[in-house]
């Protein structure tokens, strides 16, 4: 019970109640209850701990948890997953052998894309849940809006992100500690608010106590056949003492949109886009002295004037960046010249893409589809980093 008094004042306090509050409504002294805190009594009775749990609404193992617990082996530890979307979070953690606790997702239709495929809905709306209500996990996962911060003064603290999802991320980091979080935002966090935004995120995050990490990525460099670019952060709680952490190199990889394609011709034909203002260069693509294609959108051609949603690309190359909105004949997926004949990418293909499984049930409408793949994590890029979480956790945890 060495961190119980620590535990009890946590929990009091995120209950905005005082010690006599506490005493009051729990049947345990006020000098009892000021004792525990103050570590004059180590050990409290299980009588003791049980009324205050009881009045806490908490098991009495959240109270005894000493919350520098390290877990030895980290695949086989818990993790909950924040902004879960469509799951590709946890289809990565999960093929490490990880277990997920805890799931939440606001939005209605990802809910259920995410409840067809592993068979649980998502709580919803993060912010209305209470963080002592999450269970005790060893890694938080979330990626999460990127959103501006009302920044009070230089502090750049967690008073500022009030407000934003960061501070629900940030809370709830702060309450249970985990030894690991892993986020993903877009590319422009890195610029967003001239810094700003940037810094008071690493800011927060060393406050509640994570030595932080964070690179761009992009998809395409790790066997990905589309071009997306992202900031992950991988936090590691101080007491592990991770100095240093090596976001993974490209695997070298290379791979082409043309080999993710579908056969079904039924979606294939629902994809096509007929116009008469569609022109085709004549450029002819020709792979290097070992075979392979250049690792990155390759343009063949445009639609009308040739602006968003209106470029044609060959599937000898990568996909664009797919993305949850947008305009023009090719929106969202980008236009592909296959087979003679000018398309989208279908629901499906967009799911072969970003690294989700043939098995992957899609249960939604095309538009809902386009927009839940747009908006997902891809799942390969995340086993990447995570090899070298495993990597780094596991130096550190040797020592313990």
Not at 36 to 46: C, D, F, L, R
Not at 225 to 254: A, H
């Amino acid at each position: 019970m060495q961190n119980v008094g620590k535990n009890i004042k946590k929990y009091r306090e995120v209950a905005g109640l005082t010690q006599k509050e506490l005493a009051n409504k729990s049947g345990v002294t006020y000098s009892t209850i000021t004792k525990i805190e103050a570590g004059i009594i180590k050990n409290p009775t299980i009588s003791q701990v049980s009324k205050i749990s009881s009045y806490l609404d908490i098991r009495m193992d959240d109270l005894v948890f000493n919350e520098n617990t390290v877990t030895e082996d980290i695949t086989k530890g818990k993790f909950i997953d924040l902004f879960a979307g469509i799951g590709g979070f946890r289809l990565a953690l999960e093929s490490f052998g990880l277990e997920c606790i805890f799931s939440s997702e606001w939005d209605k239709q990802a809910q259920k894309t995410y409840e067809a495929n592993f068979d649980e809905k998502p709580f919803g709306d993060i912010t209305k849940i209470n963080e002592k209500k999450i269970p005790k996990h060893n890694i938080l996962c979330a990626g999460f809006p990127c959103q501006a911060f009302s920044i009070s003064g230089k502090q750049l603290g967690f008073q500022d992100t009030r407000g934003t999802l960061f501070f629900d991320i940030a809370r709830i980091a702060k309450f249970h500690k985990p030894e690991i979080l892993f986020l993903e935002n877009v590319k422009n966090l890195v610029r967003h608010n001239n810094g700003k935004t940037l810094e008071t995120i690493r800011n927060v995050l060393k406050q509640i106590g994570y030595d932080v990490f964070y690179k761009v990525l992009n998809a395409s460099d790790y066997g990905i056949p589309t071009s997306r670019e992202r900031i992950y952060f991988i936090c590691f709680r101080k007491d592990l003492k991770v100095t240093e952490f090596r976001f993974p190199e490209s695997n070298g990889k290379y791979v082409k949109l043309e080999d993710y394609l579908e056969e079904d011709k039924a979606e294939i034909e629902k994809s096509i886009i007929r116009r008469d203002d569609i022109h085709i260069r004549n450029k002819i693509i020709e792979p290097d002295l070992l075979g392979n294609y250049p690792q990155k959108p390759i343009r063949v051609g445009t639609i009308n004037k040739g602006g968003q949603g209106e470029r044609i690309y060959s599937p000898l190359g990568h996909a664009i960046t797919l993305s949850a909105y947008g305009g023009g004949a090719g929106s969202k997926t980008g236009a592909y010249l296959i087979d003679g004949k000018v398309r989208k990418l279908t629901p499906r293909e967009c799911a072969n893409v970003m690294g989700f499984p043939k098995d992957f049930v899609i249960p939604v409408n095309k538009t809902q589809a386009y927009k839940q793949f747009g908006n997902s994590v891809a799942v390969p890029i995340l086993k990447e980093i995570f090899k070298n979480i495993i990597k780094a956790y596991n130096e550190k945890t040797r020592s313990y």
